[in-house]
């Protein structure tokens, strides 16, 4: 008998449109598979196994109705807590909003719906997005699945973690600097960032508008092809989203890389970075000259800068988007004889210290006399930022790098140091403030237990289909870079 | 006090919220409707819940550039939606969507009409923002209560500099403004529901110097009255602030309009700092110079031009152009009424302005930007006509219109059914006459003996036995004929 | 190097952010936020005079949308999270009159 749990979603909804399984049997045995392990990962805050079983059972009649169904029949998806799903609780991993049931869908919410999905439940992260090793959560921990001592990545640790342990094929995680992709790598799972503008935001509790974007997590490109066009696409409900058609990604797949430049970025490759790490990401670039790729050198000169325009330009946005949880018309309220007391109280009691931390930050980068040494300097540096990759993709077209400089760490490892939790993130933050599709693909394992790798392929604004096209590649020329976490049955 | 007020010369300027006319509002698709149950035109946008993200009113947009083309502003192609943060329950996001940096209109004035001449006050902004909702204190409660129908409504910020020297131009200012808003559709200038409201910067300084006082922000003024009582107030009393050789202190003031004064509110203990930064959710507003022009082509006359055109070309008083012009409904049913009146228009302007002043802008139903008129403007040309051929008189007439308003019917009808054309027919009248005469043989000696004003007492007599229909020019030459012997 | 941030506007800051913080809250963000702002002090580094800022970094301009009027939530779905809800509206503690904007 098949193991459904380790097919791909294209394999999966295959299966229901030709009747050899259908959406409910899918549905069961991931549930069951979650339910038996995920005690030990933590991936997922809350599995709806009711709202599961009677999705599948609408994918099921509609394909006995003779109706054709969709491009993601019956597929397994696991969504992070970050996106608002009608009469589902979304906390956002935030004790502010435990209790929350939204009163309206994310798009993407809806076009997985259209398309067929079947949803699981929410996945963990850390609160507000806001972490790089889903630590921060205000309700629980997420293993690593390849070594429970160690962290997912994050802030989409929880989607990560759950792909990556076959309890779901896809999951939707959200990447605002590196959210997907960092724990994608640390988790040896592919997950795609889109170009910003190309998902629509509607319904993604926001962290930082400006940099925010919706992605999915998937075993293989072939599948983070097919979320990604259904997901894809302008919506005239969010003022930010791209007003242009998504290309046919499926048909950037199962190519060469011949006629292809490829930039292989200096900054990328620094001291303090991980030997073993920068070997295995090293081998991986090789690959892609062996695949007709012309590789080159290229210089990103303001990379070392991103950080620090990132952690003003996302906690200045974040200060503000994380004021209207202020105990009035949703979520957590602490009673107190003031207003002023129920403002502070209320937040004080259902803000973790990260998110306490960036809202601060944030705050102070905004407030009067600091705004253009802080806020306004580091806008101006996101522009010079943008720059470099501007005039890298007149010569190439796409950059490879690291996703991350290291492996996952030890849980508990970085809590108490701010800055070096964020520098697990500082080759993923160029590509968010220049808002470039970039994804993360396992590239190799390094140390024992083995612990995987992420490459990073970064392209063109909107040029979802070379990163695609590239990842495709590379994970078809090196088998040996996936495989299952051993510790999992 | 008022010596002292000699003395100091107030510096004015206001800051005019006015909601803009839509349907829905702002950001979101809810209906802008007044007086809907509380909380029931809310959705995710405009309650802040958690996702979900703003969309711009396209409205709202050419409504707030014909206001910035009404008040000769530069209207800038690219402006840009910041945040202005701060808590306060009624505002659901914890910051308010406004714009800062980048207003779509700039640098316009207006002209209002002084006594001693036009004065020019400029205006330094009009940017769009939305409403917040609303706060009730329930007396009594331990609780206030927050409706979010109004939270995300569009308006329209508009910034005047402080150009104004008296609260007598500061009235004329916001009346001129209101007129505009009006009269360019995108206002119904209702202070007291609040869709027009006014804060006012006031401060003195000594006639003569140069520099700015500190100012004052007053605030909670709805009504025309109340500006001028309030501003006038705050002079007064920064006047002699100054006088007694103290500071007067930048503060936000309420105007109480029971006890007539206004008072500080509480001091916060610190300074208020918005962190206003460009709305990430909001792309620039971009808008083409075709797409400025065809509002500009769509402007409808404006009340200078209106005011302007009825006395250079109608010949009306600058009072009655003023009066007429002051609504743009009651100055388009003057000229739709002059319209039918017809060939001899100048000649109709000021009976028919009389008409609407004095008669049908009484009883009037004004609602906002709309007008119900006893009449249709048809009737009250007719009903004109009628006098100025002598069929009625203009005592008749008046009869007349209250019952062609009441009965819905054109006035000439009203004559005719009743009979109330004027008798000019000399043997009917000359028979009234002679009754009368034979009637008060007494009268008659007194007036032959000198008593000139018992005139009136015998065109009284004849103009009850004809029923009023006497024209009144035969009356008085034939009484003046009989008695005369 | 002179602190990057005093206590005193750390206090300052978390009144701004509504956020009750404790003795030993404000003593750690005083110390953290200091070693980041050391860390973003590198920005001035860069000489930004002819930079323009980039507030998004795909070019867009705000769509706009007809104005009709469509059904929102209804009162119920926007009652049902209210942590108080009467007559209708969402009710707090009693704002003083003193804080009437």
Not at chain 1, 329 to 350: E, F, K
Not at chain 1, 383 to 405: K, M, Q, W
Not at chain 2, 421 to 439: F, G
Request: hydrophobic share 40%; net charge negative; glycine share 8%.
């Amino acid at each position: 008998m098949i193991d459904l749990c380790s097919l791909t979603a294209v394999e999966l909804a295959d299966l229901v449109r030709s009747g050899e399984a259908s959406a409910r049997a899918i549905a069961e045995a991931h549930l069951a598979r979650a339910h038996a392990i995920d005690d030990r990962i933590g991936a997922f805050l809350r599995l709806t196994d009711q709202k599961a079983l009677e999705m599948a059972d609408a994918v099921d009649c509609k394909r006995a109705r003779g109706e054709p169904p969709g491009a993601l029949a019956g597929v397994p998806v696991g969504l992070k807590d970050l996106l608002s799903t009608k009469g589902l609780e979304t906390t956002c991993g935030s004790r502010i909003l435990e209790g929350y049931v939204p009163r309206y869908d994310a798009t993407v919410i809806e076009r997985l719906r259209a398309a067929d999905a079947v949803f699981l439940g929410k996945t963990n992260m850390d609160e507000f997005a806001m972490g790089s090793s889903t630590e921060n959560s205000a309700y629980q921990i997420t293993r690593n699945p390849f070594d429970p001592t160690r962290i997912p990545g994050g802030s989409s640790g929880g989607s990560a973690a759950a792909v990556a342990a076959r309890m779901v094929p896809i999951a939707i995680g959200t990447d605002t600097g590196g959210s997907i992709r960092q724990p994608a790598s640390h988790c040896g799972v592919t997950g795609l960032k889109p170009t910003y503008g190309r998902v629509s935001r509607w319904g993604l509790v926001a962290f930082a508008s400006s940099l925010d974007q919706i992605g999915p997590f998937s075993r293989t490109v072939r599948d983070a092809a097919l979320v990604t066009s259904v997901i894809a696409g302008h919506d005239p409900r969010d003022s930010t989203s791209a007003p242009r058609g998504v290309p046919d990604l499926l048909a950037a797949l199962g190519r060469d890389l011949g006629g292809l430049k490829i930039g292989v970025p200096r900054e990328y490759f620094v001291e303090g970075m991980d030997p073993d790490v920068a070997h295995v990401v090293r081998a991986a670039i090789a690959r892609l000259a062996e695949l007709g790729a012309a590789l080159c050198e290229v210089s990103l000169p303001h990379t070392e800068y991103a950080l620090a325009v990132y952690y003003l330009v996302a906690t200045a946005e974040a200060s503000s988007n994380l004021s209207r949880y202020d105990g009035v018309r949703y979520g957590l309220r602490v009673p107190a004889a003031s207003l002023d007391q129920m403002y502070a109280r209320t937040r004080a009691a259902g803000f973790g210290p990260e998110v306490k931390r960036r809202i601060m930050l944030g705050t102070y980068a905004l407030s009067a006399g600091y705004y253009d040494a802080y806020y306004g300097k580091a806008q101006k540096v996101r522009t010079l930022v943008c720059r470099d990759f501007d005039e890298v993709f007149g010569e190439v077209d796409a950059i490879v790098a690291p996703t991350s400089p290291t492996a996952a760490f030890r849980l508990g490892e970085r809590v108490d140091d701010p800055l070096q939790m964020y520098l697990a993130d500082v080759f993923t933050l160029p590509a968010s403030l220049a808002g470039l599709p970039a994804i993360s693909v396992p590239c190799g394992f390094v140390g024992a237990p083995a612990l995987p790798i992420g490459l990073q392929i970064m392209g063109r604004q909107f040029d979802e289909p070379t990163v695609l096209r590239v990842a495709d590649a590379f994970e078809r020329a090196a088998p040996g870079a996936r495989r299952s976490p051993e510790v999992l049955p | 006090m008022s010596a002292a007020t000699d003395r100091y010369e107030p510096v004015i300027g206001l800051e005019v919220h006015a909601q803009l006319l839509t349907a829905s509002k702002l950001f979101c698709g809810c209906s802008t409707a007044f007086g809907a149950p509380p909380n029931s035109h809310v959705c995710p946008v405009c309650l802040g819940l958690p996702g979900a993200l703003p969309v711009l009113n396209r409205r709202a947009v050419e409504y707030a550039i014909r206001v910035g083309l009404a008040l000769g502003c530069e209207v800038r192609r690219s402006s840009r939606f910041a945040r202005k943060n701060y808590f306060y329950p009624d505002l659901p996001k914890g910051y308010q969507i406004s714009q800062y940096e980048l207003p779509l209109n700039e640098s316009g004035a207006i002209e209002i009409e002084m006594e001693a001449g036009p004065k020019r006050i400029g205006i330094v902004r009009a940017h769009v923002e939305e409403d917040a909702g609303k706060n009730v204190h329930p007396t009594g409660s331990p609780t206030s209560l927050v409706d979010f129908n109004r939270s995300g409504v569009p308006l329209v910020e508009i910034v005047g500099a402080p150009d104004l020297r008296s609260a007598a131009e500061a009235a004329e200012y916001l009346k001129e403004l209101r007129a505009i808003l009006m009269a360019i559709g995108v206002n119904d200038g209702n202070l007291e529901e609040g869709s027009f409201r006014c804060d006012a910067n006031v401060s003195v300084r000594p006639v003569g110097q140069a520099e700015f006082g500190t100012r004052t922000e007053l605030k909670n003024i709805n009504s025309f009255k109340f500006v001028r009582q309030a501003i006038d107030f705050e002079v007064r009393r920064q006047s002699s602030v100054l006088e007694a050789g103290e500071a007067v202190r930048q503060e936000t003031r309420l105007w109480n309009d029971a006890r007539g004064e206004t008072f500080p509110m509480r001091s916060k203990e610190e300074a208020e700092d918005y962190r206003y930064f460009p709305d990430p959710d909001l792309p620039p507003v971009e808008v083409d110079a075709a797409f400025i022009d065809r509002i500009q082509n769509e402007m409808p006359e404006l009340p200078s031009a209106r005011r302007r055109r009825f006395v250079k070309a109608l010949g009306l008083s600058t009072y009655d152009a003023a009066v007429l012009a002051s609504h743009p409904r009651v100055a388009d049913y003057f000229e739709a009424a002059l319209a039918e009146y017809g060939a001899a228009r100048a000649q109709g302007a000021k009976p028919v302005a009389n008409w609407v002043i004095n008669t049908l802008m009484k009883t009037a139903r004004i609602d906002g930007l709309e007008a119900i008129f006893a009449v249709p403007a048809a009737h009250l040309a007719q009903l004109q006509k009628l006098v100025d051929e002598g069929t009625i008189s203009l005592t008749v007439a008046r009869k007349v219109l209250d019952e062609a308003a009441e009965r819905g019917v054109a006035p000439a009808q009203v004559v005719e059914e009743k009979g109330l054309c004027q008798v000019s027919d000399v043997a009917a009248i000359e028979a009234a006459c002679r009754d009368v005469i034979a009637a008060h043989p007494a009268e008659v000696e007194a007036f032959r003996g000198g008593r000139e004003k018992l005139f009136g007492f015998f065109v009284g007599k004849v103009m009850k036995a004809t029923k009023g229909q006497g024209n009144p020019k035969v009356v008085n030459e034939l009484l003046h004929s009989l008695l005369g012997a | 190097m002179a602190e990057r941030i005093t206590k005193a506007e750390v206090v300052k800051v978390a009144r701004l952010a509504r956020l009750e913080l404790t003795g030993e809250e404000i003593e750690r963000f005083s110390t953290q936020l200091a070693a980041i702002l050391d860390h973003v002090a590198m920005l001035e580094r860069l000489d930004t005079r002819d930079v323009p800022p980039t507030a998004q970094a795909i070019r867009l301009e705000a769509p706009m949308r007809e104005d009709e009027a469509r059904p929102g939530l209804g009162r119920d779905d926007a009652a049902a999270p209210a942590p108080a809800w009467e007559e209708g509206c969402f009710a707090v503690p009693r704002i003083i009159a003193g804080d009437e904007k």
